[in-house]
């Protein structure tokens, strides 16, 4: 890799992005264009959740994943709408369930 990136702390966003190139265009980057990068893919994959819990399952020949995520609403204030919350709450018990027989 070129020096100045060996220079960049460790970081696994980078390492794998990096690492999906051929070395001559990886070695090409500066590292303004890595931060720029990062600001642009990288931060949409930050943990920001208190439990994320990820699953890749088999289902009737298929692949499906499942994907648990809770923490603090951080969009808006209002509630959601009460309609919606049976529905939500069935979700919620079939991804616990499918989780639990994992």
């Known amino acids: 890799m070129a020096d100045h990136l060996s220079q960049l ?4 966003f980078l ?9 001559e265009v990886a070695d090409s980057f500066t590292q303004a264009q890595l931060h720029a990068v990062q600001r642009a893919f990288g931060m949409r994959y930050a943990p920001r959740h208190a439990l994320d819990l990820r699953r890749s399952i088999g289902l ?14 951080r969009g808006t204030d209002a509630p959601p709408p ?3 919350l049976p529905v939500g709450l ?11 027989l994992l």
Do not use: H, Q
Not at 9 to 12: K, Q
């Open 15 to 23: 390492d794998r992005f990096l690492g999906g190139l051929p070395r």
């Open 60 to 73: 009737l020949g298929r692949r499906f994943y499942v994907v648990l995520l809770v923490g603090r609403e």
């Open 82 to 84: 009460r309609a919606w």
């Open 9 to 12: 702390p460790s970081n696994p």
């Open 90 to 100: 069935a979700a919620a018990a079939l991804s616990l369930g499918l989780l639990l």
